[in-house]
């Protein structure tokens, strides 16, 4: 099946200091990649589309300058979380749907990244 | 806007006890229907799915039908086994192919 992978899988830094989290389509391009937030026990919460060759979608109460977003390639996106607090502690977590395929719905989940903000 | 409402957790079972997770939805149009499932310390996994009204998805002993005249796409299993236990949501994917979340049901069985 397809894969997304994603990295790194976890990371811990420093209040203040931006951290880089890449989502890559290993057998597939991927027009569009999703990044969702997962808070301890919770569900998952969509935080915005990311669209390449074009700027991404964000959803409602997300902050697309804290939130950055960057579609560099049909097989890359990446997620920067800009001067982090640790309010943005969390589980991040990207997908695709692999075009092609019969069900276009059908998505393809990276493992996640566990973002740590001291 | 859509929505997905599944039954809290945990859920504790013994191991060979029926399972069931009740998923309900709102939605406009005709979404697909999904089942995921988080074992610790991992990613989503998609567990079935189903794209269309009585579709009936299954997977790993798991089913769930697709209900649409009572919005429901309940998840079952005959004999959980404690290899089971995890995390499942419940999701649809509408337009746009957005997948929304059910806040997720941890299962855990005991032997």
């Known amino acids: 099946g397809a894969v997304v992978s994603q990295h790194p899988s976890w990371v811990i830094c420093k209040s203040g200091t931006s951290v880089k989290i890449e989502c890559r389509s290993l057998d597939f391009q991927a027009t569009t990649m999703f990044w969702y937030r997962q808070f301890p026990k919770q569900s998952l919460m969509l935080m915005a589309t990311?669209?390449?060759?074009?700027?991404?979608?964000?959803e409602q109460g997300v902050e697309k300058d804290k939130f950055l977003i960057n579609h560099a390639s049909l097989t890359l996106s990446t997620l920067t979380v800009t001067s982090a607090h640790p309010e943005d502690s969390s589980f991040y977590i990207c997908s695709a749907p692999r075009t092609g395929t019969g069900d276009r719905n059908e998505q393809f989940f990276g493992p996640g990244t566990r973002l740590t903000v001291l | 806007g859509d929505s997905v409402t599944q039954m809290e957790g945990p859920v504790t079972l013994s191991e060979e006890a029926f399972l069931t997770i009740n998923c309900t939805y709102t939605?406009?149009?005709?979404?697909?229907l999904f089942w995921y499932v988080q074992y610790p310390g991992e990613g989503l996994q998609l567990l079935l799915k189903a794209t269309k009204a009585d579709d009936k998805g299954s997977n790993k002993g798991f089913e769930a039908t697709y209900r649409k005249e009572t919005t429901s796409f309940h998840l079952e299993k005959g004999s959980v086994q404690v290899s089971d236990s995890a995390v499942y949501f419940c999701a649809l994917a509408g337009g746009y192919q957005k997948v929304t979340f059910g806040t997720g049901t941890k299962l855990q069985v005991i032997p």
């Open positions: 939605a406009t149009g005709y979404p697909s």
């Open positions: 990311s669209n390449e060759g074009s700027k991404a979608t964000y």
